[in-house]
């Protein structure tokens, strides 16, 4: 007997040939964030048929759910702790123990137990996992208790998201289970890759890397400027450190007379960054479909990355999405950060933008100036070879899915739970 009895499997199976593998997505959070990750994961699933793709959200405040995600299955488990006014009190000490305590040992076991309900009443061939935080606990659980096929998503250094305390008392052995019984993994980056080999020993080589960006339309050619004037920089941003260095470069260059600004959009409040310098104006949200107008009347997409000892790791492995928007829009990529950082080994391997590997602000100015017309019009024209031959989201959505599906044709059997 199961562990769920009341839930029957259908009398009649259809045949091998016939049936459908379908999978399940399990993710941290309720994809209604605008940043990079819920772009993949949107650009993903809109290709998947409807009936073959189930969607779990866990780290929901409510079950309100994406209105892309209209027509997929879907099932949202939220708990009070998730909500913003609850937030504040659970991320202060002592009582950020009390959210890992109801986070790991109440809400992920539980979870998992309706998870289990779903596999068996939908006939799930495959669960493909968002790897953060209190997913890899659910991940184990199901992998332990139905023996189910995993496929592991990891975008970033698990460690890197998560407390000491956390990875000590509950994540540490479920995160090194999953990445060493998973059927299958995506890293976002080859050096992410590595990294994962060097310090948590994953030694499988049937793994795949998944950089893809936001579906949008061909895009026109842009008009390049002969004059530096205007830089764009979207998004979050990862090299908080990097940015204040390049403030004051622009603020340099507007006390020698020259016009260069900086605008900043994004969902994340960045104002701080307009009352500190001139030149630098802090533009908040816009959609994905007014961004990509808006990149094409500027002149350079910003991209830094951390300079910080503490933001090495980030920096040797991301590999920001808002460089595929660029690559899109054909507006030549700057790419500011350590000469190691992933930002700038893209760049100068594809010849797609220019490169500032100082984080000093005399230096990055001396930088900026030395970037001539002839410059971004060659990368211009480079991003757009470069994204239809090698990053084209349709092409790579196809191919991961693909892969996806290869994963989920197996022998697991639901009605074995």
């Not at 998947?48 to 866990?58: A, H, K, N, Y």
């Not at 899109?328 to 950082?341: D, V």
Request: hydrophobic letters at 40%; one cysteine or more; aromatic letters at 14%.
């Amino acid at each position: 007997m199961g562990l769920f009895p009341t839930i029957l499997c259908p009398k009649e199976r259809v045949s091998s040939e016939n049936q459908m593998n379908r999978i399940l997505l399990l993710t941290y959070h309720p994809l209604l964030a605008i940043n990079g990750g819920t772009f993949t994961y949107k650009a993903i699933i809109e290709q998947f048929r409807r009936e073959e793709l189930i969607w779990v959200g866990t780290g929901a405040a409510s079950t309100k759910s994406p209105e892309w995600m209209s027509g997929y299955k879907t099932y949202i488990f939220p708990l009070f702790i998730f909500r913003t006014n609850w937030l504040r009190i659970f991320t202060k000490p002592p009582f950020y123990l009390v959210h890992y305590l109801l986070l790991y040992l109440y809400y992920a076991p539980n979870v998992c137990l309706k998870i289990i309900k779903i596999i068996r009443s939908e006939e799930v061939s495959l669960v493909w996992i968002e790897g953060v935080k209190q997913t890899f606990i659910i991940g184990r659980m199901l992998s332990k208790l139905t023996k189910i096929p995993i496929h592991l998503s990891l975008n970033d250094d698990y460690s890197a998201q998560t407390t000491a305390i956390e990875r000590f008392f509950f994540l540490k052995t479920p995160f090194q289970y999953l990445l060493n019984n998973s059927k299958s993994i995506d890293f976002i980056s080859e050096g992410m890759a590595e990294y994962y080999k060097d310090r948590y020993g994953y030694s499988k080589s049937n793994y795949k890397i998944i950089w893809i960006g936001n579906k949008i339309e061909r895009l026109p050619e842009p008009v390049i400027n002969r004059e530096l004037r205007r830089i764009i920089l979207f998004g979050n941003i990862h090299g908080i450190d990097a940015v204040h260095s390049f403030c004051k470069a622009i603020q340099l260059l507007r006390n020698q007379g020259r016009s260069i600004c900086l605008d900043i959009y994004s969902g994340a409040n960045y104002s701080f960054l307009e009352n500190q310098y001139k030149n630098v104006g802090y533009k908040g949200k816009v959609s994905v479909s007014e961004l990509k107008s808006i990149i094409q009347k500027y002149d350079l997409v910003y991209v830094p990355l951390f300079f910080s000892k503490k933001g090495r790791v980030v920096a040797t492995t991301s590999l920001p999405s808002k460089m595929i928007l660029a690559l899109q829009c054909q507006i030549p990529i700057l790419a500011h950060g350590p000469c190691y950082a992933s930002n700038i080994q893209f760049v100068k391997k594809h010849s797609v933008g220019s490169c500032i590997t100082t984080n000093i602000p005399k230096e990055i100015a001396e930088e900026l100036i030395k970037i001539g017309y002839g410059d971004r019009l060659s990368s211009s024209n480079n991003e757009r070879i470069i994204y239809f031959e090698e990053y084209d989201t349709e092409k790579r959505v196809r191919e991961f899915i693909e892969y996806l599906r290869i994963s989920a044709v197996n022998d697991w059997d639901p009605c074995r739970i």
